[in-house]
């Protein structure tokens, strides 16, 4: 039998204590919020999710959710409300709710929010087994300053002129409904 594992309310939101399963509203778990890259919930704790990363993206017009990379897992991406481009491997195609994205791995991509107002991505994929990244350099990201200007593999190159995100809770009009 699989315990549950206890939610624990910090100042920036509910994260679980433990590997066990759980229950969460995204509106009361923590999130994780950048000027440059918008806002995430990740509904981790302290430990990850072992086989499946799972968050949901609020990205404002003009901000990429990250660097444009590629990487040697699956990942995949819903849209659920407002509208955003995705730059995928190296075209641009917009999106709106409902549109999902299937990137296998090496699909090189990334989402720029865009439209009048938030858009709400899910993003899943599998963990990073030896955590292979490519961030090539792109000239439609860099339209969108959502790409480097030197092709690199090493994260910290490629978001080294953003600041580190800040936990805090979640805002108020980000989410539909």
């Known amino acids: 039998m699989v315990s549950e594992a206890r939610l624990v309310a910090t100042d920036s939101g509910f994260v679980p204590n433990g590997d066990g399963w759980f229950v969460v509203n995204a509106r009361d778990a923590r999130w994780w919020h950048s000027v440059e890259l918008g806002s995430y919930c990740p509904f981790e704790g302290e430990s990850r999710f072992g086989e499946l990363g799972i968050n949901l993206t609020v990205l404002q017009p003009g ?3 990250c660097m444009y990379h590629g990487e040697n897992i699956q990942e995949d991406f819903l849209v659920l409300s407002g509208e ?26 990334v989402f720029v929010g865009a439209g009048s107002g938030p858009c709400a ?30 092709a690199t593999s090493k994260p910290a190159e490629a978001y080294a002129r953003f600041a580190e995100p800040e936990a805090g809770v979640y805002r108020d009009g980000d989410l539909p409904g």
């Open 63 to 65: 901000q990429p959710n």
């Open 84 to 109: 955003c481009v995705v730059i995928i491997e190296g075209q641009e195609r917009r999106l709106k709710q409902w549109d999902f994205v299937h990137c296998p791995a090496w699909t090189e991509h």
């Open 121 to 150: 991505l899910l993003a899943t994929g599998a963990r990073h087994q030896d955590g292979e990244v490519l961030y090539p350099r792109s000239e439609v990201a860099l339209a969108h300053q959502a790409g480097v200007s030197e």
